[in-house]
Every structure is written in structure tokens, then in C-alpha cells.
């Protein structure tokens, strides 16, 4: 094996090791320099993958969403109205996604809302947009799903939002009042974004709260209720549904988290969810002293 020398292209000064993958300043002559990356073109990035296509193996079950061939792994949900798959491309190094298909053909006004406020979310330019964005399910591809005559969309799949707020089963038998706060500061931030943004969730409920409990992760799901947001004083709504989510749970709570719990949404509270994560900041800092990582112990990872 060839020796290399690592030589700053400025002043052919000696460089330390470390520049072959990390940025480095060039002690001689101060120039910066940072690893070069090689550009693929994307045509020619689909063309190699598409020579990664799997052949299909007995017993699996696939679907064709527009030009997308998916292979369905399992059931993740079902509503009244609609039912959510999770699947994958047919071919080498897919991610994991979500199929949203309507129960019954030309039944997709709730599945064509969701759609739509995902996809408005996602080109929101409203204060975080970088970070909040990341609280509910990333629009992948919508199209006609071949043999049912319907609509359907792909959305991204977040590993490690296993369980919704309904499922979780602590060790002991119930939540912590700790874990209601991070839970709810996690939900209010995300509401504060998309609020902002010009939207209401509309559907805000245990079942729609996944939740990530070695990262102390929220995510909101079930956007089929989701509609532009009239006036800020509507925001209320899903404030409302957020304290009737987290009371629920049966977590036995300090009754001066309990009351604001409760009040959350009313009309002598805030009606902007920033403000209102900010308070249970506050109220939890006062309560239990500096954030401090608190671990979500249960009893079983996913129910069945």
C-alpha cells in the first residue's frame, strides 16, 4: 500500500491526519480547507438504484403507487375511513414509509386533507421550521395505487415512534408527572410551529401522540381533521385536546400541575402554544428543579 502525504494545496504545508475527513486550518498559512465531496448527478444515482430492484419472495405482498413499486410489511393502523401500511420500495436500501389508503374507492377526503396540510407544513418558513418540522410525518410521493381504484400517499417513517400515548405501559402502572412535562413541552412546541404556520391539527388525541421514550420524542400523527387555522383564538382547540390527552393517562400529578393542566386552553389561558410551553417550563423548573434526563421505563415494548 501506497504512502500518501498530506499537504496543504495553498502552501504544500504539513497537515495533521485528521484533515482526510474533517475541516481543517492550516497552521502555516492559515488557509481553511475542507474535504472535497464527489457530486453524483441524480439521474444517474435513480439509474443505480433502480439496477438494485428486489425480486419478489414468496408470501410478500406488493403494491404499485405510481411509478413506485412497494413491498407492505404489516398493518401500523386503521381508522374508520382509512388504514396506514407500513411498507418500502422494492429495491436495496429503502427506508421504512407509511401508506395512507382509503378504506373504500373515491373515499379520500381525508386522506387528500392530510395530503395537503403535511405538504403546506413542509414548505412553512414560520420561526423553527428546521427543527419543528421534524414533529410530524415528512410528504414522500402521492399517486394512484394500482388494482384499487383509489388515491394513497407515502409519508416518512421515524423509527423509534413505537407507541402513541395510549400504549405506553410504565413500569409501576403509570406515569410520572416528570414524564407529562417533557411530553407536554415536546406537544407544545410542535403546535406553536404549526399554528404559526397558518394550520390546526383538529385531531389531537392519545392515539395521535407517538412518542419516543428513550429520546423524550413527541410526534403528531393524524393529520386527516388538519385545516387552516381561521384566527389565533382557534388554536384553543387543540390546546384543549392536548390537556384532555395528557390528564388521561391517570399520571398522578401536583395539583399546581394539575390545574394548569386542566386550564390549558380554556379562555383564561394563553391561546398561543409557544407561550404556553413556556409556562410548563417554567412550572416544571419550579416543581422538580433543572431539565434533567428522567428514563421512560416499561413494561413491554410495543402491546400487542
Avoid at 139 to 160: D, K, M, N
Avoid at 178 to 195: C, P
Avoid at 213 to 220: E, F, S
Amino acid at each position: 500500500m501506497g504512502l500518501v502525504a498530506l499537504q496543504c494545496p495553498a502552501c504544500a504545508g504539513p497537515l495533521p491526519l485528521s484533515a482526510r475527513w474533517l475541516g481543517t486550518l492550516c497552521r502555516y498559512c492559515g488557509a481553511s480547507l475542507v474535504v472535497g465531496a464527489r457530486k453524483v448527478e441524480v439521474a444517474r444515482y435513480e439509474q443505480a438504484l433502480q439496477a438494485l430492484q428486489v425480486e419478489p419472495k414468496p408470501g410478500e405482498f406488493r403494491l404499485r403507487l405510481g411509478d413506485l413499486r412497494l413491498e407492505v410489511l404489516g398493518l401500523l393502523g386503521s381508522g374508520s375511513r382509512k388504514v396506514a401500511l407500513l411498507v418500502r420500495r422494492c429495491r436495496a436500501l429503502s427506508p421504512l414509509m407509511v401508506l395512507k389508503v382509503p378504506k373504500q374507492a373515491g373515499d379520500s377526503a381525508e386522506v387528500d386533507g392530510e395530503w395537503e396540510g403535511l405538504s403546506a407544513l413542509a414548505r412553512s418558513e414560520a420561526q423553527g421550521a428546521s427543527t419543528f418540522s421534524r414533529r410530524f410525518p415528512g410528504v414522500v410521493a402521492r399517486g394512484e395505487i394500482e388494482g384499487l381504484g383509489t388515491v394513497g400517499h407515502l409519508l416518512q417513517f421515524s423509527p423509534g415512534f413505537d407507541l402513541n400515548l395510549a400504549q405506553i405501559r410504565p413500569v409501576g402502572g403509570r406515569l410520572e408527572a416528570q414524564h407529562l412535562v417533557w411530553m407536554g413541552r415536546r406537544a407544545l412546541e410542535a403546535l406553536g410551529f404549526v399554528h404559526r404556520s397558518g394550520w390546526l391539527h383538529g385531531g389531537i388525541c392519545r392515539e395521535n401522540l407517538l412518542i419516543h421514550p428513550r429520546d423524550h420524542g413527541v410526534m403528531l400523527v393524524g393529520w386527516s381533521r388538519c385545516g387552516r387555522l381561521p384566527h389565533p383564538e382557534a388554536a384553543r382547540a387543540d390546546l384543549r385536546a392536548l390537556s384532555q390527552s395528557l390528564l388521561s393517562t391517570g399520571a398522578s400529578c401536583p395539583p399546581t400541575l394539575h390545574d394548569w393542566l386542566a386550564q390549558l386552553g380554556d379562555p383564561r389561558s394563553t391561546a398561543d402554544a409557544w407561550e404556553a410551553h413556556q409556562e410548563l417550563k417554567t412550572l416544571g423548573q419550579g416543581l422538580y428543579g433543572p431539565p434533567r434526563y428522567l428514563a421512560l421505563r416499561l413494561e413491554a415494548s410495543i402491546p400487542h
